[in-house]
């Protein structure tokens, strides 16, 4: 083989590699590589109670593990079938290496509703689940206050769905 020949050859190769990682990068968004927030030390006391997010969705942790939740979206891509939970359940702080982890486990639905009326229509969309398991980060904001969130949509657009103490009214 000329030495033009293999010279050919090995910047196809390299050429080659550049193209796989390129892609592979591509693919990999924030929350592939989130390593959670570093909280280790919110108690389970500090956690319960009633949390809200922008979008009407509530959430009472009760200090007896026992969950209310209402209008809770779906995490990852669930998010993107539209469907909007409610019922009751159970939920658990634990502590991983990354930081600590709110697992709400909706036991029984009692309703189901959509994000919009183009989701509420739509038939292809797979049935909501009868029961579901949410994976909350446990965070603090400037103020020390603590504040809940997940991932949804596509995972690498980052995009979070955050819950904070409920307001009194």
């Known amino acids: ?70 209008k809770l979206d779906g995490q990852d891509f669930d998010f993107d079938d539209g469907w909007r939970l409610s019922g009751t359940g159970t939920w658990q702080l634990t502590d991983e290496d990354g930081g600590q982890v709110v697992r709400l486990t909706l036991t029984t639905r009692t309703r189901v509703e959509s994000r919009s009326p183009a989701t509420a229509t739509d038939t ?18 400037q103020h020390d206050e603590l504040k809940l969130f997940f991932f949804y949509g596509d995972p690498d657009a980052g995009n979070t769905y955050a819950m904070t103490r409920k307001t009194q009214s």
Do not use: K
């Open 1 to 70: 083989m000329a030495a033009g020949s293999r010279l050919r050859v090995r910047w196809a190769a390299v050429g080659c590699v550049v193209v796989v990682l390129a892609v592979l990068a591509a693919c990999a968004g924030p929350y592939q590589y989130y390593n959670g927030t570093g909280v280790h030390d919110a108690t389970s006391a500090e956690v319960s109670g009633g949390w809200e997010n922008i979008e009407g969705t509530r959430v009472v942790l009760r200090e007896d593990a026992t969950a209310l939740l209402e």
């Open 124 to 141: 292809s969309s797979p049935d909501p689940p009868s029961t579901y398991v949410w994976s909350f980060y446990v965070d603090r904001d």
